[in-house]
């Protein structure tokens, strides 16, 4: 589903130049759930954005479903993230003006699905924020944002889910919620990526992906 070969992405910083990922290779099948770890600065979200086609790498290869989506057009290459990618950002990133409900079925207007309100209201019920649905982002607590931005990116099942410490603001009962959807979604042929700072997150997943200043440090196979 995602193949990744020899990422390097740069920036350009006050301080000069900054190597956020400096030659990562790895490959997610689909049924495949692969936990990313390392320290703050490491490198995870620069590697889930390149992986989820939003951020073009300086070099290497970025393969999904078959296909380089960098090397679509900006309108194609949005489109192609629609159907294929389900995104949860570390920030979540809401809709302001928009309720709860609305903000879970915005992958709408690029797609065009009619039982997605049903969905919505599954999803709501699924991280337990059903009676939140009519709320605004701004009226709910960070956790609920947060389960807010994970239904979202479920909204349209995609293949290939990208989700950026989903967890991090969420009490144990909650994060194992979000932990056992995520699993299930994999059990059921979904390729899952999920960045944790949680180590006992992380051992329930089949892989972990540790990184070092933009490298791989070591790729540990649980036994499950
Ligand atoms: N747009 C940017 N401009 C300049 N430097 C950046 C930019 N984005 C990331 N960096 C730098 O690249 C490195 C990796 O950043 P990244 O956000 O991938 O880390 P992270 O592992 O996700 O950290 P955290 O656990 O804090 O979320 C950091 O040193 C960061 O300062
Ligand atoms: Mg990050």
Redesign the pocket.
Same mark, same amino acid.
């Given at each position: 589903m995602l193949a990744v070969r020899d990422l390097t992405k740069s920036?350009t910083?006050p301080g000069g130049e900054?190597r956020?990922l400096a030659g990562v290779s790895f490959e997610l099948a689909a049924g495949d759930f692969l936990a990313v770890q $390392?320290h =703050? $600065? =490491?490198?995870? !979200? !620069?590697l889930l954005l390149a992986c989820g086609a939003l951020q073009r790498p300086d070099s290497g290869s970025v393969t999904i479903a078959g296909q380089d989506p960098y090397r679509l057009g900006a309108e194609e290459r949005a489109a192609f993230r629609a159907r294929h990618i389900g995104f949860v950002f570390?920030q979540f990133h809401l809709i302001p003006y928009l309720t709860v409900l609305e903000n879970v079925l915005a992958p709408l207007l690029a797609l065009n699905a009619s039982a997605a309100p049903a969905r919505a209201m599954e999803l709501l019920e699924r991280f337990q924020i059903q009676d939140r649905a009519a709320h605004r982002p701004q009226q709910l607590s960070t956790g609920e944002r947060q389960r807010t931005a994970l239904a979202r990116a479920l909204l349209h099942r995609p293949k290939l889910i990208l989700a950026d410490e989903p967890t991090g603001n969420l009490d144990e009962q909650n994060a194992d919620t979000v932990l056992d959807s995520l699993r299930e979604l994999a059990k059921e042929g979904a390729a899952v990526l999920m960045v944790t700072h949680d180590n006992r997150l992380a051992a329930k997943a089949a892989r972990v992906l540790a990184l070092e200043h933009g490298r791989p440090k070591a790729e540990a196979a649980h036994a499950h």
């Open positions: 920036f910083g900054v956020a $390392g =703050s $600065g =490491s490198g995870k !979200t !620069t570390q």
